[in-house]
Structures are given as structure tokens and as C-alpha cells.
């Protein structure tokens, strides 16, 4: 296992511009798992796909955020117009199934200016 | 409404003496609970779990003792090590629907000192 890759690690930018994060999970595993940490919070999460399917959504995935992981592989986060209240870290996690712990990557953490 | 709490934000302990984390949740629907430690830039790394059909799971120096009937669970980490410092998160989630998201509590900072 060569570990949740995300990228870019640290994201800086306006106000009003769109983000795109990158989440390339654990080969093999078929869960892939979005959440958002701020500080002095833990992770609350965001978004969920079993293979390609996006399954679940949390009440905090604004319309300005949108997930896909389009050959069940790797993931995409994109944040449209972005907000001061989009500052956070966003990491990605993996597990095999539904029933195995999530394996985290170190995240993006996004400054907005 | 927080449904996983840790109650204390930091922990100071001594090498070598256990160090003893703490997590209460409030919905009694939640059937796995798992502890994540997390260094400074890196994300959380998964350390022990345990099913609700279970009230001691062990793995090296970390036990985790679930008491159901409170909503409790603890993290005992014996003998603890300068290198355990780190922040550590209690984690909650229901199984049984297969879901598998996880809910958080805010994390506990433990210190070991030399």
C-alpha cells in the first residue's frame, strides 16, 4: 500500500475563485471518503463514493462544492466561488469496504486571501 | 449537537506512565468507534477500533475499553513514549447500514514528557 495521496498539499487563493483538490486512494479500495477539518475541530465529513457512485452528502456540501471520482479510482473536490469560510483543511480517505477503517491522506489545506 | 465528545483538550502524562483518553457519544445507534492519532501537517493514522459486540480490543501498548451501557469509551496507552505525543480523535459510526461515515469528536492533545 502506498498510502492516500492528495494534492496539491497547501491551495492559496482570491476570493471568488474555483478550486480544484485531488484525492488518489489506497489500489483496491473501493470506499473513498471526503472531509473537511478547521481548527480545533475534528474531521467532519463531507461526501462519500462506493466505486464511481457518489452515495451520501452531508448537509455541508454547499451547491458551490462539487465531488466525482469518475472511474472509481481517483477523486476530485472542486469548490466554486470560493468563500473566507472555505479555509480549512480537506482531507480524503480510503477503506476496502464499508466495514474497514479509513485510512486518511495529509490533506490540502486552503488559505482563501 | 455534538454526538461524539472528548471532554478534555489536553493530556499531560509522564514517559512511561499510561496515558488514559476519553470519549463519550450520545447516539446509541453508533456500533464501531475507532482512535486516530494525528501529527502536526500529516492526516489522521488509524490506531485501534472496536465493534459495540466487544468491550476490550488490545494491539501492543493501545487498548480501547467500550462500556456501552454509559456511552463511553477510553484509549489506555501503557507504558507511554515521548513519541506518542500527538492529538488523538475518538471516531463513531454505524456499521450496521454499511454507511461507514465517520463522526469526530474535536481531539485530545497528549503530551508525554522525558
Known amino acids: 500500500d502506498t498510502g492516500v495521496s492528495q494534492n496539491p498539499r497547501h491551495k492559496i487563493t482570491k476570493r471568488g475563485q474555483n478550486v480544484t483538490f485531488r484525492c488518489d486512494p489506497i489500489s483496491e479500495h473501493n470506499r473513498l471518503y471526503w472531509y473537511r477539518q478547521t481548527l480545533g475541530q475534528g474531521p467532519e465529513f463531507l461526501t462519500y463514493?462506493?466505486?464511481?457512485?457518489?452515495?451520501?452528502k452531508s448537509r455541508l456540501l454547499s451547491d458551490r462544492f462539487s465531488a466525482e471520482r469518475p472511474k472509481g479510482s481517483f477523486s476530485t473536490l472542486e469548490i466554486q466561488r470560493t468563500e473566507q469560510g472555505d479555509s480549512a483543511m480537506y482531507l480524503c480517505?480510503?477503506?476496502?469496504?464499508?466495514?474497514?477503517?479509513?485510512?486518511f491522506g495529509d490533506g490540502t489545506r486552503l488559505s482563501i486571501l | 449537537d455534538q454526538q461524539v465528545k472528548q471532554n478534555s483538550p489536553s493530556l499531560s502524562v509522564q514517559e512511561g506512565r499510561i496515558s488514559i483518553l476519553n470519549c463519550d457519544y450520545t447516539?446509541?445507534?453508533?456500533?464501531?468507534f475507532l482512535w486516530y492519532k494525528k501529527y502536526p501537517a500529516e492526516g489522521p493514522t488509524f490506531l485501534i477500533s472496536i465493534s459495540s459486540i466487544k468491550d476490550k480490543n488490545e494491539d501492543g501498548r493501545f487498548t480501547v475499553f467500550l462500556n456501552k451501557s454509559a456511552k463511553h469509551l477510553s484509549l489506555h496507552i501503557v507504558p507511554s513514549q515521548p513519541g506518542d505525543s500527538a492529538v488523538y480523535f475518538c471516531?463513531?459510526?454505524?456499521?450496521?447500514?454499511?454507511?461507514?461515515?465517520?463522526?469526530f469528536g474535536k481531539g485530545t492533545k497528549l503530551s508525554v514528557k522525558p
Open positions: 463514493f462506493q466505486n464511481e457512485a457518489q452515495l451520501e
Open positions: 480517505a480510503s477503506s476496502r469496504t464499508g466495514n474497514q477503517p479509513q485510512h
Open positions: 447516539n446509541s445507534m453508533f456500533d464501531y
Open positions: 471516531a463513531s459510526t454505524y456499521y450496521g447500514g454499511s454507511q461507514g461515515n465517520l463522526i
